[in-house]
């Protein structure tokens, strides 16, 4: 299934986790972690979920079609 959305709820704790799994989709440019604009979500899908997965608090989410 293609992912057609990606997005992080509030209670992102910074960890980078997200970033290093897949830093072509998420950045921290800040003290939040953010789903960076234009990202091929398909390209890294694999990346995408196991961020998701492994994130601690939670707060990645995506949609498949």
């Known amino acids: 299934m293609a992912i057609k959305k990606v997005w992080i709820e509030d209670g992102c704790t910074a960890c980078g986790l997200c970033v290093d ?6 950045d921290m440019p800040d003290d939040e ?23 601690p608090v939670e707060v ?6």
Do not use: L, R, T
């Open 21 to 26: 799994v897949s830093p072509e989709v998420f």
């Open 60 to 65: 990645i989410q995506y949609e498949e079609d």
């Open 33 to 55: 972690a953010v789903v960076k604009e234009g990202a091929d979500f398909n390209a890294h899908a694999d990346a995408i979920k196991e961020a998701a997965e492994d994130c």
